[in-house]
């Protein structure tokens, strides 16, 4: 290599450099996304030599079929449960902010279960649900053992169980991210503001929010599109049964269990278009708040 | 007013001290009783409260069948596996691409960062049925190639990592080398590779991290049981050990060790690789 001049080197390291990472891309990332379109189109379960046309009737099942469509109402839950997620994310970030004692062992405590493994929380969690579990157990010990419901079996209850869930395992994330935008405010203004006489609502209100406002409004949208694609908790908990079944699970058995992987490619389809428009909203609105 | 501004403000900071303890203790709370639970006999189990603390903290018994009985021995070889060659050829390709893209300038730059970029784009969970189709294809289904491949390949987050770093070396670095001969090639393995190693690590803990815990995509592309990795093994305990919660208490922790562990040890690298990777 030492032999050859500069120019010719570069040529070679750029085309050997990337090679490797671009099939990888294409393989992986857009042939699979160009299938899945054409497969949309189709009538196939996945393996056998008959893939017949089928045109746009796998999207007209998919939006008359309440069997399909349906599952939409549960990501609703996971929904607003981002918001409530995001909102104590914010109330926890605020109050570590401050002066406070222990603070490095709260952030560990509130960010640790967000590394743990999905399955480990699901399995956590079926066990704090459960008859005589920890939260009957909790209930009982602090008198309100008249609370206790099935909270996995009551179809009414089981959804938000499982939001609470999601929340538990996420919520670190959020809170760690609004704390690091908050810790890189500027202390020279926290102090200004002290001798102007402010107190803690006046400085969360007129220098926290405005600084954090864009990863706020960022980690909505993550949140948001978070939201639509729930799957490991109410999968692995309760396998989707029992009106815990969402957009994801209800894909992943549709391809895999029912072998309609044209049905399926179709639903991926929706669900890539839900995403993108979500994503295009977010840039745009940033795009158009920058210009203020 | 003065008094009883300050019995508002005590009354603040009990109600803070209130609220994050409280957060703490949720948090936790469902985590320590499934400790709790590992360290119990079957009939103690049975009878006791879920709250009360177990007659021993040295019964290992459900431990020793959780990792024998329930094979997560295996399930630890092959995420170790997996995860050292996943993680060292995504360093690799995400270091060579950042490397080319910061340093050259070349015809199709920007096509090919705008095709990371729309990639990024698209959620894995929604193409999975369709690259299902390419691995099987591919003669992959069942190997432990699967995995890595798809680890290895669509992790685009960490090129960006890698750019943002790279572009804070100096060329004037790279430029002295060449002045003594010094091949593009030796630049990058011995100028840019050691001085990226702070990104390296981000990337090291992000990812590893979420291989460690993935679930779907060795639950998809690798049933077959000698290729269990830790998720899929821990997922396993549900119907054969059926009830026997003190068994599948064990499993969890076994589980949960490795990362605790990490997280005691590299704190500080992970916060900070979480706030780096999420402003991108």
Known sequence: MKDLNYASQRRILIVTFLFVPIVLLCVFSFLPLGNMVYYSTLKWNGYSKN????????????????????????????????????????????????????KNFFKGVLFFPYLLNGVAIAFIFLFFYKGDGTLDSILKAIGLGDLIQFWLRDVKIVNFSMVFTSIWRYIGFNFIVFLGAMQSIDKEIFEAADIDGANKWHKFIYIIMPSIKKIVELNLILAVTGAIQAFEIPYVMMHGANGTKTFVIQTVDTAFVNGKLGLASAMSVVLLIIIIIATIFQKQYFKHREGV | MVISNRVSSNILTVLKYAIVILGALIATVPIVVVFLASFKTSPEFL?????????????????????VDGRMIVGFFNTTLILTISLTGAIILGTMVAYVVNRFDFKLKKVIL??????????????????????????????????????????????????????????????????????????????????????????????????????????????????????????????????????????????????????????????????????K
């Open chain 1, 51 to 102: 893939r017949l046309f089928v045109g746009f009737s796998n999207y007209i099942r998919l939006f008359s079929d309440p069997e399909y469509f349906s599952v939409f109402k549960v990501s609703l839950y996971y929904l607003a449960g981002s918001v409530l997620q995001l909102s104590l994310a914010l109330l926890f970030a605020t109050l570590l902010t401050f002066e406070m004692r222990a």
């Open chain 2, 47 to 67: 009878d006791g409260n879920a709250l009360q603390l177990p007659h021993s903290f040295i019964n290992f018994q459900n431990y020793v069948k959780a990792f």
């Open chain 2, 114 to 279: 705008g095709a990371f970029l729309v990639a990024t784009l698209i959620p894995s969970v929604t193409t999975q049925v369709a690259t299902f189709q390419i691995i099987n294809a591919l003669g992959l289904f069942n190997t432990r190639l699967a995995a890595i491949i798809l680890y290895m390949g669509t992790d685009i987050i960490a090129i960006y990592v890698f750019i943002q770093f790279i572009s804070g070396i100096s060329v004037s670095l790279d430029e002295a080398a060449m002045m003594e001969g010094a091949s593009y090639l030796t630049i990058y393995t011995k100028i840019i590779l050691p001085l990226v190693k702070p990104a390296i690590v981000t990337v090291m803990i992000i990812k590893g991290i979420a291989i460690y815990n993935d679930f779907y995509i060795p639950f998809l592309y690798m049933p077959k049981k000698s290729l269990q990795v830790v998720s899929i093994s821990l997922f396993k305990f549900m119907g054969p050990f059926g009830s026997n919660w003190e068994i599948i208490s064990a499993a969890i922790i076994i589980t949960i060790i490795p990362t605790l562990v990490l997280f005691l040890f590299l704190q500080k690298y992970i916060y900070n690789g979480f706030t780096a990777g999420s402003v």
